[in-house]
């Protein structure tokens, strides 16, 4: 099993970012989706999770109305579109995927918010 993060970076303040997740390795259809943060000294939080049919999203209370997950099971990916970007989304960035008790971690991606 394999999920490999990309598109983060160093980004101005008000600018945007777009990352992708892609899985191998399993039934990605089948599995909610979800990315977290974790900036240094805290504690890591949930961004933002989408269903397997994509019909059911949500998001954390800080990034709502500014992030946007979607995904194409056709590609195996997930994606974050991140807008509006603030210093304060500085943080590593992790994709997530589970099923029941099938548990499966990327290794993240630095975003890093900065004039």
């Known amino acids: 099993v394999q999920l490999v993060e990309s598109g983060g970076g160093l980004v101005q303040p008000g600018g945007s970012l777009r990352l992708s997740c892609t899985g191998a390795?399993?039934?990605?259809?089948?599995?909610?989706m979800s990315w977290y943060r974790q900036a240094p000294g805290k504690e890591r939080e949930l961004v933002a999770g989408?269903?397997?049919?994509?019909?059911?999203?949500n998001y954390g209370h800080s990034v709502k109305g500014r992030f946007t997950i979607s995904r194409d099971n056709a590609k195996n990916t997930v994606y974050l579109q991140m807008n509006n970007l603030k210093p304060e989304d500085t943080a590593v960035y992790s994709c997530?995927?589970?099923?029941?008790?099938?548990?499966?971690w990327g290794q993240g991606t630095q975003v890093t918010v900065s004039s």
């Open positions: 390795g399993f039934t990605f259809s089948s599995y909610g």
């Open positions: 989408i269903s397997g049919t994509s019909d059911i999203t």
């Open positions: 997530r995927a589970r099923r029941f008790q099938y548990d499966y």
